[in-house]
């Protein structure tokens, strides 16, 4: 793919929504791939139990296989459970197994308990030009460790009638976050999901998101694809399923955008035309 600039430092992009079913894994690992194929170093960190994330990067994600569960719960360094991607060079995954299920509860009584993912990360000595953080759907304890761990929100939205409702709560989240424990967090990327232009309604709720959020807003939305939602039963990203679909070219783009927003290169360089 088109060579883009590389961050001076390590982004770490949290995908956030409370809400379930609006995107944010689908988004997490076309995203991390896209950036790969761009020729970035990119670290996907399942946080969600469901491992979704995982199944989705064709990375084997068993009871036994070690997680960031061991990570998060039992101090594990980040680096012995990062697999490589199979396929995507430059493409990596920190497992989530079921186990993280039952970490939400053991974090309440370990020390630290909302910095640990923030610390493994800081610990992590292999260079990565991205870390892509995928929530579960809930504000609780792992998503608060994402928080913590991470310098941006990424919130996709699925365009439909209750879009913005709710999100209302992940906001005053991000908000305390930042009062108490991250004073570098803050909304960076506004992403536009499920996106079916044929529809009055798809365009009135992406109007409403760029009327609240603004520039945050990335001006390429994803469209509703079936090659999208087929890639992860072959434990692959639409990059590699489909490269040539209209979801593929999508997440290329946004990842484009993101690129080129980079917060710490924007002084130095010059925004960069396509070079494709
Ligand atoms: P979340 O992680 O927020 O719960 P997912 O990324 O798992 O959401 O997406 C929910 C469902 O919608 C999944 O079945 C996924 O395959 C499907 N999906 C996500 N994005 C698209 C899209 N652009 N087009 C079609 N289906 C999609
Ligand atoms: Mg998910």
């Not at 949290?14 to 944010?24: D, E, F, I, P, R």
């Not at 989705?56 to 998060?72: F, R, T």
């Not at 290329?252 to 130095?268: T, V």
């Amino acid at each position: 793919g088109e060579r883009l600039p590389r961050p001076e430092r390590t982004r770490v992009m949290v995908v956030a929504n409370q809400k379930g079913g609006v995107g944010k894994t689908t988004t997490t690992v076309n995203l991390a791939a896209s950036l790969a194929l761009h020729g970035a170093r990119v670290l996907v960190v399942d946080l969600d139990p469901q491992g979704n994330a995982s199944t989705a990067l064709g990375i084997d994600h068993h009871s036994e296989v070690p997680s960031i569960y061991d990570v998060l719960v039992e101090s594990k360094p980040l680096s012995e459970v990062v697999q490589p991607v199979p396929d995507v060079e430059g493409l990596f995954c920190a497992p989530a197994t079921i186990d993280l299920a039952g970490a939400e509860i053991e974090l309440v009584s370990l020390v630290a308990r909302e910095s640990r993912l923030q610390r493994a990360i800081e610990a992590y000595e292999q260079p990565l030009d991205y870390i892509l953080i995928d929530c579960p759907p809930s504000l609780g304890l792992l998503t608060v460790n994402a928080l913590v761990a991470g310098a941006e929100v990424l919130i996709p939205i699925q365009c439909e009638y209750y879009a913005l409702e709710g999100l209302g709560q992940l906001l005053r989240n991000v908000d305390l976050v930042r009062g108490h424990l991250n004073r570098d967090l803050r909304i960076s990327t506004i992403l536009l999901t499920m996106y079916d232009g044929r529809t009055r309604l798809a365009s009135q709720v992406a109007e409403e998101v760029r009327s609240h959020f603004g520039s945050e807003v990335l001006r390429t939305n994803i469209p509703r694809s079936v090659r999208i939602s087929e890639a992860p039963s072959y434990g692959q990203t639409v990059l590699t399923y489909d490269p040539g679909s209209s979801g593929s070219l999508s997440y290329l783009e946004a990842a484009r955008e993101i690129a080129l927003r980079d917060p710490s290169a924007q002084s130095e360089q010059p925004q960069q035309q396509s070079l494709a």
